[in-house]
T-cell receptor
Framework: RKEVEQDPGPFNVPEGATVAFNCTYSNSASQSFFWYRQDCRKEPKLLMS???SGNEDGRFTAQLNRASQYISLLIRDSKLSDSATYLC????????????FGTGTRLKVLA | EAGVTQFPSHSVIEKGQTVTLRCDPISGHDNLYWYRRVMGKEIKFLLH????????ESGMPNNRFLAERTGGTYSTLKVQPAELEDSGVYFC???????????FGPGTRLTVL
């Protein structure tokens, strides 16, 4: 079983739609959680950290469910510019500070 | 603030040759990481430096890979001799301290023929 699992997609949605991605992680000791965005042939860039109480940044909402070991990302009012791959990232610490990545979920927002 | 830079952006070499990748972290970032993405797979951790010391090298695939960070500034990752399965994108990331975001460089796309 992979340490971090995501549905690879692609998710094709019309502009203005709401779309949600889930990600599950296997290690209950995981401490930190992130969503990174990666555009084609570019480096991953932090979209948002995920906090236990859930957090929102504009059209983006991230939630963490420790009991079920999953995190989610909700994008409201999708824009064409949201088209990218969204990477679920988990960090188990202390002891190691490496990031563990999911394979990513591809999103394509259609005009 | 300049971001993480990596050189070269692309490298095409033949099996058996040696390649050295370089990463310049953001100034002041003590933590430097190497990651790799091979075709169709997720990005995977290779190793972590704190300044010039290797903190965690559990992800290094084998002894054909050697990473250094002399002086605690830039880092190099040498692959010698390269094999076909080493092809992929090698990302470097830097981090000011352990509770902060890791910033990724643009990656080096390595192709071994």
């Amino acid at each position: 079983r992979k340490e971090v699992e995501q549905d690879p997609g692609p998710f094709n949605v019309p502009e203005g739609a709401t779309v949600a991605f889930n990600c599950t992680y296997s290690n209950s000791a995981s401490q930190s959680f992130f969503w990174y965005r990666q555009d084609c042939r570019k480096e991953p860039k932090l979209l948002m950290s995920v906090y236990s109480s859930g957090n929102e940044d504009g059209r983006f909402t991230a939630q963490l469910n420790r009991a079920s070991q999953y995190i989610s990302l909700l994008i409201r009012d999708s824009k064409l510019s949201d088209s990218a791959t969204y990477l679920c990232v988990v960090n188990i610490n202390p002891g190691t500070y490496k990031y563990i990545f999911g394979t990513g979920t591809r999103l394509k927002v259609l005009a | 603030e300049a971001g993480v830079t990596q050189f070269p952006s692309h490298s095409v070499i033949e099996k058996g040759q040696t390649v050295t990748l370089r990463c310049d972290p953001i100034s002041g970032h003590d933590n430097l990481y190497w990651y790799r993405r091979v075709m169709g797979k997720e990005i995977k951790f290779l190793l972590h430096f704190v300044k010039e010391s290797k903190q965690d090298e559990s992800g290094m695939p084998n002894n054909r890979f050697l990473a250094e960070r002399t002086g605690g500034t830039y880092s190099t990752l040498k692959v010698q001799p390269a094999e076909l399965e080493d092809s992929g994108v090698y990302f470097c990331a830097s981090q000011r301290n352990l509770n902060n975001e890791q910033f990724f460089g643009p990656g080096t796309r390595l192709t071994v023929l």
